[in-house]
Antibody, heavy 122, light 108 residues
Framework: EVQLLESGGGLVQPGGSLRLSCEAS????????MSWVRQAPGKGLEWVSI????????YYADSVKGRFTISRDQSRNTLDLQMNSLRAEDTAIYYC???????????????WGQGTLVTVSS | EIVMTQSPATLSVSPGERATLSCTAS??????LAWYQQRPGQAPRLLIYGASTRATGIPARFSGSGSGTEFTLTISSLQSEDFAVYYC??????????FGQGTKLEIK
């Protein structure tokens, strides 16, 4: 059974930093692209970032480019999101999502974690 | 960037009836479109990929159709657990992987 378990969310002040983690199990982690998707309170889904199987290639939404960094640890089967210079508009539930493909292109998301809430407020 | 537009924003349907949800892309996607269901307080769940292929474990009452820029999700004979928000997502031109704004399916 595929499981994705996010952690690291919480309350942070504007301009602060937070690191989210996602522990994956039930599939061959190193064989799939992985992504983060967020959802602001009462709003729709917004794709945030994706990382290739090797971790070499990464892509970001314009809204987070230059502030967020996605990474993966194949030895621990974990996906991370380092978030810096946080803004109020980054407040959202952040979901870890498994890509459908071993390549970074053309992915839909076939499994999702339950999400972790990030609140950016003073 | 491809813009995904879903209609209607809210759809009111009685249990047992059929629901038809639409998704329109600003550029052709071929068949690279997925549908997700999100129940209140839950994570999204993949329903359909490749515009018309049901994901593992998805009941046959869910069906997807379309190609290019126009796509449809049909739910025949609505069950109580089907009342939720539905999102389409394109994966043809990226980044970004864009989602529609969602259609809320509510009980009439």
């Amino acid at each position: 059974e595929v499981q994705l378990l996010e952690s690291g969310g919480g309350l942070v002040q504007p301009g602060g930093s937070l690191r989210l983690s996602c522990e994956a199990s039930g599939f061959t982690f190193r064989s799939y692209a992985m992504s983060w998707v967020r959802q602001a309170p009462g709003k729709g889904l917004e794709w945030v970032s994706i990382i290739s199987t090797s971790g070499t290639n990464t892509y970001y939404a314009d809204s987070v480019k230059g502030r967020f960094t996605i990474s993966r640890d194949q030895s621990r089967n974990t996906l991370d999101l380092q978030m810096n210079s946080l803004r109020a508009e980054d407040t959202a539930i952040y979901y870890c999502a498994k890509g459908s493909s071993p390549v970074i292109a053309a992915n839909f998301f076939d499994y999702w974690g339950q999400g972790t809430l990030v609140t950016v407020s003073s | 960037e491809i813009v995904m537009t879903q209609s209607p924003a809210t759809l009111s349907v009685s249990p047992g009836e059929r629901a038809t949800l639409s998704c329109t892309a600003s550029q052709s996607l071929g068949s690279n479109l997925a549908w997700y269901q999100q129940r209140p307080g839950q994570a999204p769940r993949l329903l359909i990929y490749g515009a018309s292929t049901r994901a593992t474990g998805i009941p046959a009452r869910f069906s997807g159709s379309g190609s290019g820029t126009e796509f449809t999700l049909t739910i025949s004979s609505l069950q109580s657990e089907d009342f939720a928000v539905y999102y389409c997502q394109q994966y043809n031109n990226w980044p970004p992987y864009s989602f529609g704004q969602g259609t809320k399916l509510e009980i009439k």
